[in-house]
């Protein structure tokens, strides 16, 4: 082993792969246990007068620089995955000391919930902790940040932790959900708000499916889902669609994971606006995320860009178009710097940044509102998707 490598495995409370660096899905026992190991070490440093460490927690790097793209060998999905740099909190640095304290109080309130066999949201955490720490945590920035710091810590992923994010996630079409001793939901009798996935991964994880469909359509927007779940599109066209109402949280991401593993035969194809985020969006639910890469490299899948794209532009007056604003530019700016863009993206985010416009779904209402799923059928059927 190379002798840096081997200075960030010392460093690290943990081990793991040498290759892929990973948080693991662990029970409640086994957590509260690193986290006492956390502080034992902690304690260990402080006892000791010639320790330079007392003040210092290695941290896997979340930055660009320390992510790489990996392909499965046994499949077409290729995901992000981060290596073993190591970023530091430091109590001794003016602008890390917060950061630093945050990763305790965020510990010790998980121990807490571990101990208690509570399961709590985000949401949840950050009024507690602005409760008991309102210097530290001001906002939900904050919290948010502290966990992916305990997680990068401790190796473990974030509900086994006992805490999940808010799940904003819906799916609707040719689906039926099982839960064990629970009644079964069909999901294509739903009304047009389709059925609200919950974050709960244990419970994701446990649910029985079945389809009949034929396709997987993940929708970047909620009023273009509810359109779609109005038109009653999975009838039109055998499919099932999902949406996150925006960026993918975690839940939507592994429902999604789930889908695509008890049906592999099944493509999934996005639908998403012409414009820098949109193409961010896609690249989640491909890709996963670097903020999030010691475990949404899991939720990874091979989804197929469907539209907004650039052959879609001679459907869409003129007057619809937009210009692109600074946070275009920086999402852009941010996407083309990435490894893992493959070509054909490449190609449209350069177009959106050379014309200077984007575009958004709704634009294509110009045609009536019925055109959206005559659309969507016909490039599925055409094969034109990238």
């Not at 510990?107 to 949840?124: A, D, N, P, W």
């Not at 029985?208 to 066209?237: G, M």
């Not at 001679?314 to 996407?335: G, T, V, W």
Request: net charge positive.
């Amino acid at each position: 082993m190379p002798e840096a490598e081997a200075d960030v495995a010392a460093a690290s409370l943990f081990g793991a792969d040498r290759r892929l660096c990973s948080a693991d899905i662990l029970a409640p026992a086994e957590v509260r246990a690193r986290i006492e190991v956390a502080v034992l070490n902690f304690l260990s440093a402080l006892a000791s007068p010639t320790s330079p460490a007392i003040s210092v927690l290695p941290l896997i790097s979340r930055t660009s620089a320390n992510c790489s793209l990996r392909s499965g060998l046994l499949s077409d999905v290729s995901s992000v995955y981060l290596s073993y740099a190591c970023c530091k909190r430091s109590l001794m640095r003016e602008n890390n000391a917060k950061a630093f304290v945050r990763v305790w109080k965020v510990m010790e309130m998980c121990y807490k919930i571990l101990g208690e066999g509570k399961l709590v949201h985000q949401r949840e955490l950050f009024y507690k902790l602005l409760s008991d720490s309102p210097k530290y945590f001001s906002c939900q920035r904050h919290v948010n940040r502290a966990i992916q710091d305990v997680v990068s810590l401790l190796r473990c992923t974030r509900q086994s932790l006992g805490v999940m994010a808010s799940a904003r996630g819906a799916l609707i079409g040719r689906l039926v959900l099982h839960e064990p001793d629970e009644e079964q939901i069909d999901c294509s009798i739903l009304g047009a708000s389709g059925h609200a996935i919950t974050g709960d991964l244990n419970v994701l994880s446990k649910l029985n499916l079945s389809s009949d469909a034929r396709y997987i359509i993940v929708v970047e927007k909620d009023a273009i889902f509810q359109r779609l779940a109005e038109d009653r599109l999975y009838n039109q066209l055998p499919c099932i669609l999902i949406t996150a109402k925006g960026y993918p949280d975690i839940a939507t991401r592994f429902i999604l994971h789930r889908l695509s593993q008890t049906f592999p035969n099944m493509p999934i194809f996005a639908l998403v606006d012409w414009n820098p985020a949109g193409l961010a969006i896609l690249c989640t639910y491909k890709y996963g995320s670097i903020s999030m890469g010691l475990e949404s490299y899991r939720y990874a899948c091979n989804v197929k860009w469907l539209g907004l794209r650039g052959d879609d532009l001679q459907l869409i007056p003129e007057s619809a178009f937009q210009e692109l604003k600074p946070r275009d530019l920086q999402i852009a700016k941010s996407l083309l710097s990435s490894k893992f863009l493959q070509e054909s993206h490449r190609a449209e985010l350069t177009l959106m940044v050379e014309t200077g416009k984007r575009a958004e779904i709704e634009a294509l209402y110009s045609h009536g509102f019925d055109f959206l799923g005559k659309y969507i059928a016909r490039k599925i059927v055409q094969g034109d998707y990238i």
